[in-house]
Nanobody, 120 residues
Framework: QVQLVESGGGLVQAGGSLRLSCAAS????????MGWYRQAPGEQRDLAAV???????NYADSVKGRFTISRDDAKNTVYLQMNSLKFEDTAVYYC??????????????WGQGTQVTVSS
């Protein structure tokens, strides 16, 4: 089994910054893409940022220039640096990872979510 544990959420004023972390542990042989998704109340879960195994990144238009995704493969951890936060960034943030298990199968795992609240 694989677990994804997120941390770093909280309450911040508009214009402020937060850094989210998500650490994967368990029966991991390798990790392909890792990403951050977010879901605001009453809304669907949408992609915020994703990073491939080779380090290629992709961002939602709404966060480009403000958010930076990175990863540390030695720690099986993905980060999301969020700057210039806006009220509309308020959401539960979920990390996801495409994990190659020790048995050789590829499976997507999700974290439990961490709340980010931006006060206006």
């Amino acid at each position: 089994q694989v677990q994804l544990v997120e941390s770093g959420g909280g309450l911040v004023q508009a214009g402020g910054s937060l850094r989210l972390s998500c650490a994967a542990s368990g029966s991991i042989r390798d990790i392909d893409s890792m990403g951050w998704y977010r879901q605001a109340p009453g809304e669907q879960r949408d992609l915020a940022a994703v990073i491939s195994g080779s380090g290629r990144t992709n961002y939602a238009d709404s966060v480009k220039g403000r958010f930076t995704i990175s990863r540390d493969d030695a720690k099986n951890t993905v980060y999301l640096q969020m700057n210039s936060l806006k009220f509309e960034d308020t959401a539960v943030y979920y990390c996801a990872a495409d994990v190659v298990l020790t048995r050789g199968f590829l499976k997507t795992y999700w974290g439990q979510g961490t709340q980010v609240t931006v006060s206006s």
